[in-house]
Every structure is written in structure tokens, then in C-alpha cells.
């Protein structure tokens, strides 16, 4: 009857399925597998807590947000706007493909610049956006004392979703292939501890360098793919149809 304590797992999904509150569903979940399992609500509990503070360090992460929407409602993304706008000739290819390679390189020396919440949203998206509406209508000038941006060449929301979508994809690939050109990472030490146990004898710095070319191939892909993205658009906006 070892597969009565898998029951926690039916629960979750039974309570994402009906959409219940995730918490309670997780909790409730714990719960059940514990009690199934011979784990009396006294130790449960004491397992929840120490848990809770051994992890307590993601909780720091909310932190964060509230400083990101203040800085945001003082300008923070007009500041970022007004940056591209003073460099002639940016295109949002170059400047995206830019970042992909930064990004690859920081993921190489294991730097990190903050992510989607604090870095790609109120930054670099914004950064992106405005290089498009520049290369389209140069001769607009936009509006900077309005704390939210809008558009000069007003695209519409399904194009500035593909902006948005633009500048996440460029954070996910180019952290997921630059971690793993770094040895100390932790998806190349669970890379190189699997294949350890499945009798390979594979270092993580042979990993690292294993994925080294594999990280160039798709700075080479992303850019060109960023390129193509750019391009369509501005032919879809210079050509009057939008």
C-alpha cells in the first residue's frame, strides 16, 4: 500500500483542475500524505515550520516589488525610454540581441541582473519598445512627462504583446543557455550528479564546456530571430497597415 501516500499528489491536481487556492490545496495535500504516512499533525507541523524558515530567503524576493513600483511611478521607465531614444539608429533587432548576448555572458561569470520582475519589465521591454516606435516614426517625438509610455505609432495589442513576449524570451533563453555555461551552476552540478549516477564519469566543468557551444549557436539564432521579429513589424507599420 505504498502508493496510498501518492494520494497527496492527486489532491493537488484535483485542486488545480477546480481551481482551488493554491495554498490550501498544497497544505491540505501535505497533510494527507503526512497522516498516510504514519507522520502525526504534531510532526507535520514541525516539519512545515523548519521548512519554511530553512527557505525563508524567497519571501526576500516580494521585497523587491514594491521598490520596483515606486521607481516605475517616478519615471523609471521614461528614463529607460528617453536612453534609447538619444541612440540613433537602434533598432529593437540590435538592442534585444544585445541584451541576449549580455545576458549570456553574465549567465557565464554567474551574474544576475534581477530578472523578469524588476529588470525586464520595467527596463528592457520598455528599451525594446521604444527603439520600434523610433524606427518607425523618427520624425514623432513622444511624449516623456506622462509617467506611462505610450506607443508614437500606436501598435497594436497584439504587436506590443510580441514586444513584451520579445524581451521575456530573450531573459529566458539567454539566462537558461548562459548558467550552463557555468560550472558551479546548479542545473550543470544536477546535469553532472545524473550523470554520475547513471556510471558516467562527467565533471560539471565538462558540462560547462560542453555547453559553451551550444550557448554561441543561440546568441547566433536568438539575434537572428530577434531580426526577423523587428523587421516584419517594421514593414507591417511602414507599409500603413497595422
Given at each position: 500500500?505504498?502508493?496510498?501516500?501518492?494520494?497527496?499528489?492527486?489532491?493537488?491536481?484535483?485542486?488545480?483542475?477546480?481551481?482551488?487556492?493554491?495554498?490550501?490545496?498544497?497544505?491540505i495535500?501535505?497533510?494527507?500524505?503526512?497522516?498516510?504516512?504514519g507522520?502525526?499533525?504534531?510532526e507535520?507541523?514541525?516539519?512545515?515550520?523548519?521548512?519554511?524558515?530553512?527557505?525563508?530567503?524567497?519571501?526576500?524576493?516580494?521585497?523587491?516589488?514594491?521598490?520596483?513600483?515606486?521607481?516605475?511611478a517616478?519615471?523609471?521607465?521614461?528614463q529607460?525610454?528617453?536612453?534609447?531614444?538619444?541612440?540613433?539608429?537602434?533598432?529593437?533587432g540590435?538592442?534585444?540581441?544585445?541584451?541576449?548576448?549580455?545576458?549570456?555572458?553574465?549567465g557565464?561569470?554567474?551574474?544576475?541582473?534581477?530578472?523578469?520582475?524588476?529588470?525586464?519589465?520595467?527596463?528592457?521591454?520598455?528599451?525594446?519598445?521604444?527603439?520600434?516606435?523610433?524606427?518607425?516614426?523618427?520624425?514623432?517625438?513622444?511624449?516623456?512627462?506622462?509617467?506611462?509610455t505610450?506607443?508614437?505609432?500606436?501598435?497594436?495589442?497584439?504587436?506590443?504583446?510580441?514586444?513584451?513576449?520579445?524581451?521575456?524570451?530573450?531573459?529566458?533563453?539567454?539566462?537558461?543557455?548562459?548558467?550552463?555555461?557555468?560550472?558551479?551552476?546548479a542545473?550543470?552540478?544536477?546535469?553532472?550528479?545524473?550523470?554520475?549516477?547513471?556510471?558516467?564519469?562527467v565533471?560539471?566543468?565538462?558540462?560547462?564546456?560542453?555547453?559553451i557551444?551550444?550557448?554561441i549557436?543561440?546568441?547566433?539564432?536568438?539575434?537572428?530571430?530577434?531580426?526577423?521579429?523587428d523587421?516584419?513589424?517594421q514593414?507591417?507599420?511602414?507599409?500603413?497597415?497595422?
Amino acid at each position: 500500500m505504498e502508493y496510498i501516500k501518492l494520494i497527496g499528489v492527486l489532491i493537488i491536481v484535483v485542486g488545480f483542475i477546480l481551481k482551488l487556492d493554491t495554498i490550501a490545496t498544497v497544505l491540505i495535500a501535505g497533510l494527507v500524505t503526512a497522516l498516510v504516512s504514519g507522520i502525526s499533525i504534531t510532526e507535520f507541523l514541525e516539519m512545515l515550520g523548519s521548512t519554511f524558515v530553512s527557505q525563508r530567503y524567497v519571501s526576500i524576493f516580494f521585497l523587491t516589488l514594491p521598490m520596483i513600483g515606486l521607481a516605475e511611478a517616478y519615471g523609471l521607465k521614461v528614463q529607460a525610454v528617453r536612453l534609447i531614444e538619444r541612440m540613433k539608429g537602434l533598432s529593437m533587432g540590435v538592442f534585444y540581441s544585445a541584451y541576449f548576448v549580455i545576458r549570456l555572458i553574465c549567465g557565464l561569470m554567474n551574474i544576475r541582473l534581477g530578472g523578469h520582475p524588476s529588470f525586464v519589465r520595467p527596463i528592457v521591454e520598455p528599451m525594446g519598445e521604444a527603439a520600434l516606435n523610433a524606427a518607425i516614426n523618427p520624425d514623432k517625438v513622444q511624449d516623456t512627462n506622462q509617467t506611462q509610455t505610450t506607443p508614437v505609432n500606436n501598435l497594436s495589442e497584439k504587436d506590443l504583446d510580441t514586444v513584451k513576449g520579445l524581451a521575456a524570451a530573450n531573459e529566458n533563453f539567454g539566462n537558461f543557455y548562459g548558467q550552463n555555461m557555468f560550472a558551479g551552476s546548479a542545473g550543470v552540478l544536477l546535469i553532472a550528479a545524473t550523470m554520475s549516477e547513471l556510471g558516467y564519469d562527467v565533471s560539471p566543468a565538462a558540462v560547462a564546456l560542453a555547453a559553451i557551444p551550444i550557448g554561441i549557436i543561440s546568441g547566433f539564432v536568438g539575434s537572428a530571430y530577434n531580426f526577423s521579429i523587428d523587421k516584419a513589424l517594421q514593414a507591417k507599420y511602414k507599409g500603413g497597415k497595422k
